[in-house]
């Protein structure tokens, strides 16, 4: 579509789509870029100046042959799918994607490949030897999430509730909950439970690492908010956070999110349980993840920070989760 | 005349402009003295605050880090150093950067040894000792098994020190050890105190490695000796290759795993290609006054001992 040749071939020889067909790219296209952007193509020659009063207006570059009048700054787009491959001029750095690394949000360390298959193996058997390791668990997370959490992403963008979460970004942190007021909240209902389970079980929301080795901001942000949510999906499951409660959470999130490491954690967690507690699991806890697990519908679409005065059986039944088994964890 | 004149003005014009020039850019070094950490450009105080925070993250799992970093050969390495040093009962010791202490028990050990000889073949040599003076040699031998020899450990980190001290007093070393904190640029000793001065791993972390040398002289009596272990300049180009394959794709990958702190070892690895190579070095160590200064090769380059005496 481009069709940009080397120097010394004369411009007026080339065909430019864009200036012939000026709506071939639309407003609403990702692509457009708004004309008023100058082009930064160091190749091009520079723009001329606008005329002065009763001069005769720009021509686009049809017939002068130069590109550079404006209309260039449509130019600068990503090429289509179907040219990708094609041979692209040298000089285009405009074209060109960023390459190398460069730390894409706060806290992001860019990995080559190797280093993340170095990691993701690293990490997996850290996390096997020290269970308690969670930032290990978080690592192993990230290197292996690279084909769920785009799938993930999409589910929440196609849902209307988790597209607002998208956009606002929410984050759930000491310092963004009102801690005095959700402990204020009627027993039974979401905030309380929750403050509960945090107090009972001596974690902190603040004990997340936030994601590092993942090479896309809105991936990113998923990872950040499936491990935020961690703790609330441990609250609507009724698990504590032993290592039986986290093996039934883990198979949950293993069949919601489709994430390999929930898949690893599910396998391998109930190696280190006792024989007693893997009764419990085989013949009444699983059954009871699995099949809620199914029928729930995406745990990542529910805006938590707007129903924490929701009761949590309601929440449970909207979600699709069945009730707990009472058995004791 | 005129004619004459415009070129001298517009000579003296060029000169003011490049003395002006001049003036600016000294102002300027001195205002923000530009230095490196790693691969970034920081100024001299930021350098200094960032390693003393990589130091506080390390101590801890510093020698497991050491360990799994260079699959144990920096042992090989320290014992070589010593080695090379070979002390005789007696010698004062200064281990600058020593933070957890591995030259310093590599030393003791030594003394130690050279001591327990020492006595054995003055019993051997001495053939008709009477019962006394053998009983008093056994006593000699107990009461002063390191025959006055005296080791002081100085580090800027009081992490690392401490991380030292528990691991002295896990192994058993209390006799002749000393825990300073001070900084290599600026020791808390007189002048013409020790024997032998040693940093491994340590000088590539001192911002002013001149003045760290300079110190060096100033603490060492004369005939005193510098001893300097440090990662260097590889030579071979298939060794450097996988040199640096294996210490920028691996060693933060480890320091991830085992540490739970990338940041560190990847300043580690960047802060190893910032450091002068050898000639570069020996001729640092010999502008602060050292003597019969040379350097050798450890695993053809990747580590580098240099010596200098105080003559």
Same mark, same amino acid.
């Given at each position: 579509?481009?069709?940009g040749?080397?120097?010394g071939?004369p411009?007026?020889?080339?065909?430019p789509r864009?200036?012939r067909?000026?709506h071939?790219?639309p #407003?609403h296209?990702?692509?457009?870029?708004?004309r008023?952007q100058p082009?930064?193509?160091r190749?091009?020659?520079a723009?001329?100046?606008?005329?002065?009063s009763?001069?005769?207006?720009?021509?686009?570059?049809?017939?002068c042959?130069?590109r550079?009048?404006?209309?260039?700054?449509?130019?600068?787009v990503?090429?289509?799918r179907?040219?990708?491959?094609?041979a692209?001029?040298?000089?285009?750095v405009s074209?060109r #994607?960023?390459?190398?690394?460069?730390?894409?949000?706060p806290?992001?360390?860019?990995?080559?490949?190797?280093q993340?298959?170095l990691?993701?193996?690293?990490s997996a058997?850290a996390?096997?030897?020290?269970p308690?390791?969670?930032?290990?668990?978080?690592?192993?997370g990230?290197?292996?999430?690279?084909?769920?959490l785009?799938?993930?992403r999409?589910?929440m963008?196609?849902?209307?509730?988790g597209?607002?979460i998208?956009?606002?970004?929410?984050?759930?942190?000491?310092?963004?909950?009102?801690?005095?007021?959700l402990?204020?909240?009627?027993?039974g209902?979401?905030?309380r439970?929750y403050?509960?389970? *945090?107090?009972?079980?001596?974690?902190?929301?603040?004990?997340?690492?936030?994601?590092?080795f993942?090479?896309?901001?809105?991936l990113a942000?998923?990872?950040q908010?499936?491990?935020?949510?961690h703790d609330?999906?441990?609250?609507l499951?009724g698990?504590?956070?032993n290592?039986?409660?986290?093996?039934?959470?883990?198979?949950?999130e293993?069949?919601q999110?489709?994430?390999?490491?929930?898949?690893?954690g599910a396998?391998f967690?109930p190696?280190r349980?006792?024989?007693?507690?893997?009764?419990? *699991?085989a013949?009444?806890?699983?059954?009871?993840?699995v099949?809620?697990?199914?029928?729930?519908s995406?745990?990542?679409?529910v @805006?938590?920070?707007q129903?924490?005065e929701q009761?949590?059986?309601s929440? #449970?039944?909207e979600?699709?989760?069945?009730?707990?088994?009472?058995v004791?964890? | 005349?005129?004619a004459?004149?415009r070129?001298?003005?517009a000579?003296?014009?060029? #000169?003011?402009?490049?003395?002006?020039?001049l003036?600016?850019a000294?102002?300027?070094?001195a205002?923000?003295?530009?230095?490196?950490?790693?691969f970034?450009n920081?100024?001299?105080?930021?350098r200094?605050?960032?390693?003393?925070?990589?130091?506080?993250n390390?101590a801890?799992?510093?020698?497991v880090m050491?360990?799994?970093?260079?699959l144990g050969?920096?042992?090989?390495?320290?014992d070589?150093l010593v080695?090379?040093?070979?002390?005789?009962?007696?010698?004062l010791?200064v281990d600058?950067?020593?933070g957890?202490?591995?030259?310093?028990?590599?030393f003791l050990?030594?003394?130690?040894?050279?001591?327990?000889?020492?006595?054995?073949q003055?019993?051997r040599?001495?053939?008709?000792l009477?019962?006394?003076?053998i009983?008093?040699? @056994?006593?000699?031998e107990k009461?002063?098994?390191?025959?006055?020899?005296?080791?002081?450990v100085c580090?800027?980190?009081k992490?690392?020190?401490k991380?030292?001290m528990q691991?002295?007093?896990?192994?058993?070393?209390?006799e002749?050890?000393?825990?300073?904190l001070?900084?290599?640029?600026?020791?808390p000793?007189?002048?013409?105190?020790?024997?032998?001065?040693t940093?491994a791993?340590?000088?590539r972390?001192?911002?002013?490695?001149d003045?760290?040398?300079?110190?060096?002289?100033?603490?060492?009596?004369?005939?005193g000796r510098?001893?300097?272990?440090?990662?260097s300049?590889?030579?071979?180009p298939?060794?450097?290759?996988l040199?640096?394959l @294996?210490?920028?794709q691996v060693?933060p990958?480890?320091g991830?795993?085992?540490?739970g702190?990338w940041?560190s070892?990847?300043?580690l690895?960047?802060s190893i290609?910032r450091f002068?190579?050898?000639?570069?070095?020996k001729?640092?160590?010999?502008?602060?006054?050292?003597?019969k200064?040379?350097?050798?090769n450890l695993?053809?380059?990747?580590?580098?001992?240099?010596?200098?005496?105080?003559?």
């Amino acid at each position: 579509m481009y069709g940009g040749g080397g120097p010394g071939v004369p411009l007026t020889a080339q065909q430019p789509r864009l200036h012939r067909i000026p709506h071939a790219v639309p #407003r609403h296209s990702r692509r457009f870029v708004h004309r008023e952007q100058p082009c930064r193509n160091r190749r091009h020659p520079a723009p001329p100046r606008p005329a002065a009063s009763g001069a005769a207006p720009c021509c686009g570059g049809q017939r002068c042959g130069l590109r550079c009048c404006g209309r260039c700054a449509a130019l600068r787009v990503r090429e289509p799918r179907a040219s990708r491959g094609a041979a692209r001029p040298e000089g285009d750095v405009s074209l060109r #994607r960023p390459v190398g690394r460069v730390p894409l949000y706060p806290g992001h360390i860019p990995t080559s490949p190797l280093q993340k298959a170095l990691l993701a193996a690293g990490s997996a058997c850290a996390a096997l030897w020290d269970p308690y390791r969670h930032d290990m668990v978080a690592v192993l997370g990230e290197t292996t999430g690279c084909l769920a959490l785009p799938t993930l992403r999409d589910r929440m963008r196609n849902d209307p509730e988790g597209y607002r979460i998208f956009q606002e970004r929410p984050r759930i942190r000491l310092s963004t909950l009102d801690m005095a007021w959700l402990r204020g909240l009627p027993d039974g209902a979401l905030g309380r439970e929750y403050i509960r389970f *945090l107090e009972d079980n001596k974690v902190s929301p603040d004990t997340r690492m936030p994601a590092k080795f993942v090479d896309d901001e809105e991936l990113a942000y998923v990872i950040q908010r499936y491990r935020e949510v961690h703790d609330l999906m441990h609250t609507l499951l009724g698990m504590p956070t032993n290592m039986l409660g986290e093996v039934v959470v883990k198979w949950f999130e293993a069949i919601q999110t489709g994430l390999p490491m929930c898949v690893l954690g599910a396998a391998f967690g109930p190696v280190r349980l006792n024989a007693r507690k893997l009764q419990v *699991l085989a013949t009444e806890l699983l059954p009871w993840a699995v099949r809620s697990g199914r029928n729930a519908s995406c745990v990542l679409n529910v @805006y938590y920070e707007q129903r924490w005065e929701q009761s949590v059986e309601s929440l #449970r039944e909207e979600i699709g989760i069945f009730p707990p088994p009472a058995v004791r964890v | 005349m005129a004619a004459g004149l415009r070129p001298g003005r517009a000579l003296l014009s060029r #000169r003011r402009g490049a003395l002006c020039a001049l003036l600016r850019a000294a102002r300027g070094l001195a205002a923000r003295p530009e230095t490196h950490f790693g691969f970034q450009n920081v100024t001299e105080a930021e350098r200094r605050e960032k390693i003393y925070q990589v130091f506080e993250n390390v101590a801890e799992k510093y020698d497991v880090m050491n360990d799994s970093m260079s699959l144990g050969i920096h042992r090989v390495w320290k014992d070589i150093l010593v080695h090379k040093m070979n002390p005789s009962p007696g010698t004062l010791l200064v281990d600058v950067a020593g933070g957890t202490g591995d030259i310093a028990f590599r030393f003791l050990n030594y003394v130690r040894s050279v001591r327990e000889r020492q006595l054995q073949q003055k019993l051997r040599n001495h053939q008709n000792l009477s019962w006394q003076e053998i009983s008093k040699s @056994y006593q000699e031998e107990k009461s002063n098994p390191l025959g006055d020899s005296q080791v002081v450990v100085c580090d800027i980190n009081k992490e690392m020190l401490k991380a030292g001290m528990q691991k002295a007093q896990h192994l058993g070393y209390s006799e002749g050890l000393s825990w300073v904190l001070g900084n290599a640029e600026e020791l808390p000793f007189d002048d013409d105190k020790f024997d032998v001065y040693t940093i491994a791993f340590g000088i590539r972390n001192v911002t002013r490695i001149d003045l760290a040398l300079q110190e060096a002289y100033r603490v060492l009596k004369p005939g005193g000796r510098f001893l300097c272990l440090e990662f260097s300049h590889v030579s071979n180009p298939l060794l450097s290759r996988l040199y640096d394959l @294996y210490s920028f794709q691996v060693i933060p990958v480890l320091g991830e795993v085992i540490a739970g702190d990338w940041k560190s070892y990847q300043y580690l690895v960047e802060s190893i290609r910032r450091f002068p190579p050898q000639e570069e070095l020996k001729a640092m160590i010999e502008d602060a006054g050292f003597l019969k200064v040379d350097y050798q090769n450890l695993n053809s380059g990747i580590v580098a001992i240099h010596s200098g005496f105080k003559l």
